[in-house]
């Protein structure tokens, strides 16, 4: 799906936007969730999994002939009773014109640098960008916070490598595959994913690593770990995971710890890894990884959900 906030830059002049600004009780979505609306119908993004999409178009026309933003109710108490929610609960959705296109410029300059940012809504709908902060209402305005996605680095040889890098890969997450095996590095080529040699600790260097991205280690040969481990725990990573049993574990923490590396770095180290416990083959390890390595990932922004009483008001 389009990526609505991109939809609308390219869309210009008379775009509407919905945004999701309170939820209460069940919701598909997510606050902040939008709808860009072009003039000749077009649209990208979703509020509701299409309960209200057809009606919001509908509105976005009025509030592009009438020149001001509009906040509308859903679902439950809603005077639209003749737009039913299945989910049983009630959303509100701001509608506003863009008139800022230089902001969402901006925003997009820096998702694109993978930068952290916020996209300020103020009441009277326009735009401007501001540091990162948790999407919801602050300060008179609703703030969007946007995150760069997860990007994957992964180590290792062999199956349990190549299936995750394929899993991350058809996801479409940025990703790279580093590998001393050459049959690992053709596998995974061969499926479009990208990979790429790691001959000495060095090439490390070169690899782009934030704060938003998941290195994991794939060995069976735990001997290649030590020197790697070493270097990824200095980096800003949110996640570092090493593939092996609890016993593996204990047995790579100690040689970390005897190789000097400091009690706080060790501590960042998962292991065994995956939310599924014990898993061996090949596609369920995959899963369980990608799993926890998505929830630690959601669990790094809070989202503030409005009250019954906020909406109400």
């Known amino acids: ?167 991350a890969a058809s996801l479409g997450h940025e990703h790279l595959l580093l590998s001393h095996d050459e049959m690992t590095l053709g596998s995974a080529r061969m499926t479009n994913c990208r990979a790429q040699k790691l001959t000495r600790i060095l090439d490390l260097a070169a690899v782009p690593i934030d704060a938003d991205t998941a290195i994991t280690l794939f060995y069976h040969d735990h001997d290649y770990e030590p020197e790697l481990l070493r270097h990824l725990l200095t980096t800003n990573a949110f996640y570092i995971g090493a593939q092996g049993s609890r016993g593996a574990q204990q047995t790579r923490l100690a040689r970390l710890q005897k190789a000097g590396v400091s009690a706080e770095q060790i501590a960042r180290l998962r292991g065994p890894i995956g939310l599924i416990p014990s898993a061996r083959d090949t596609e369920t390890l995959a899963v369980s990884v990608l799993a926890e390595i998505m929830a630690e990932a959601r669990t790094r922004s809070t989202i503030y959900a409005p009250t019954a009483a906020e909406i109400a008001g």
């Open 1 to 167: 799906m389009l990526d609505p906030w991109d939809a609308a830059l390219e869309m210009g002049e008379g775009t509407v936007i919905g945004l999701l600004v309170a939820t209460e009780g069940p919701s598909y979505r997510n606050l902040g969730a939008a709808l860009a609306v072009a003039p000749d119908g077009r649209c990208a993004g979703a509020i509701t999994s299409g309960c209200v999409e057809t009606e919001l178009i509908i509105q976005a026309a009025n509030v592009r002939a009438e020149g001001r933003p509009k906040r509308l109710c859903y679902g439950a108490g809603s005077p639209f009773f003749d737009l039913r929610l299945p989910c049983g609960g009630a959303i509100e959705v701001m509608l506003f014109a863009l008139r800022d296109p230089e902001a969402l410029g901006e925003l997009a300059r820096l998702r694109v640098a993978r930068k952290p940012a916020s996209l300020v809504v103020s009441p009277q709908g326009r735009l401007s960008v501001a540091p990162y902060a948790a999407t919801g209402p602050a300060q008179g305005n609703f703030y969007l916070g946007f995150r760069p996605p997860v990007r994957f680095v992964i180590l290792g040889a062999g199956p349990e490598a190549l299936v995750f890098t394929g899993l």
